[in-house]
Every structure is written in C-alpha cells, then in structure tokens.
C-alpha cells in the first residue's frame, strides 16, 4: 500500500510540474510575441526604418518647409562635391537655401519620432506622416520650436525650428536647410515630394555657365 502511494504521489508531482512548466512556456511565448509587437512600432530616429505610426495610407500632400532655391541636390548615387570636407560623396537631402533664423515648418501633419543632436549634421527633428512617410530636418538651430518633443503632434506649417548652422558637415555652405525624406524606410528624392519650382541646384548652374562659355570660346 505504501509503495502504491509512492508512485501515486510522484505522478501526481510529475503532472503538476509538466502543468507549470507548460504555463511559464505558454508565458514566455507570449511575452516575446509582444515584445516583437512592440519592437515592430519602434519610432524612426531619421537612420532607421518607419516608426509607430507608419502605415500604407496615401501620401498626404507636402508643403515646403522653408522658401528657398537648392543649392546642393539630392544625390543617392553619384558623388557630390563637399566644399566643407573637400571631397566628393553622396547626398541624402537637398539643401534649401535660406537665412539664419528663418522659421522651418513642417512638411504635413504628422508626429514627432525624434529630436536629436548628430555630431555631423547638427540639431535635427523628425516627423512621421501617413503613406509610410518620414521628413528630416537638419541643420537647425539648436533651440527647436516650443512643444516640439518626442511624441508631439503636429499640424502642416507648424513652427519647428529655425535654420541654423549647426551641421559641422556643412559648415562651408550658405546658410540652409538639410532636408531629408524617407517612404518605406528608404531616402527618396525630396523634389518627387515637394511643390519645388523645377530648377538646377546653383552650384549645378554654375558649372553649366562655366563649361557653356568655354565652348563658345573655343568655338570662336
């Protein structure tokens, strides 16, 4: 009899542990499905992917955030020339040209996924809007519009910050802008996106003055 209760004790010992075990397995699985929920919503720090807010809606329709020509172009391919680094590499943005102080605004209506200070490109915000769509404004200064935080909503126009001078990359420029857009966690070219009266970057212009007026001396 007593051998018989033995056993029954230790199945009895062995069922509620399989029990628990199957409760924290249950558990663990979903903790990390949530987490992976989670990590999915993760905001966009203007290197990464789209942030919580992203979605496959439409683009909504984007207005300028300073008034300005280019001066520099968007160039995710072909090197440009840095006249601050003395040396040619891609460009991610466009630089709009503008006087310090002049007031940013916000492309469309969207939510701040970040404010951050890059050690090359200066004071920095980015926002997030429907169509899987992220603006990034750089170069500011460093004082960025009341209420702009992480988090924050905000309207198309609303102030964000002012053009600075802050992008140690781009020191040598004229003052600007660096604007940057990213659609489906990718850069794209801002121009496709924007109201931007067609026209050549200066320095493009300038180099295309330079070699028409050689052609036409050589020529006579």
Not at 21 to 38: F, G, W
Not at 67 to 88: C, E, K, L, Q, R
Not at 180 to 207: A, F, R, S, T
Request: glycine share 8%; hydrophobic share 35%.
């Amino acid at each position: 009899m007593e051998e018989n209760e033995k056993k029954k004790n230790s199945r009895v010992m062995y069922l509620t542990l399989a029990i628990v075990l199957a409760i924290v397995a249950v558990v663990i699985i979903a903790t990390a499905v949530a987490n992976k929920a989670k990590d999915s919503g993760a905001i966009d720090d203007g290197t990464g992917d789209v942030g919580a807010n992203g979605n496959l809606d439409t683009l909504p329709s984007f207005s300028l955030p300073v008034s300005g020509d280019i001066a520099i172009d968007y160039s995710d391919s072909v090197p440009v020339f840095s006249t601050t680094m003395n040396d040619y590499r891609t460009h991610l943005g466009v630089d709009i040209s503008a006087s310090l102080g002049d007031k940013v605004t916000a492309v469309a209506d969207g939510v701040v996924t970040n404010v951050w200070n890059d050690p090359f490109m200066g004071t920095c915000v980015s926002i997030e809007h429907t169509g899987n769509a992220v603006s990034i404004y750089k170069n500011l200064d460093p004082e960025v519009g009341e209420g702009i935080i992480i988090g924050a909503s905000v309207k198309d126009g609303d102030v964000i910050g002012a053009v600075g001078e802050s992008a140690m990359n781009e020191l040598a420029e004229e003052p600007h802008l660096h604007y940057e857009m990213k659609i489906n966690g990718k850069h794209v070219d801002p121009k496709e996106h924007l109201p931007i009266p067609n026209q050549k970057p200066e320095n493009q212009e300038g180099e295309n003055s330079s070699n028409t007026d050689t052609s036409s001396t050589e020529k006579k």
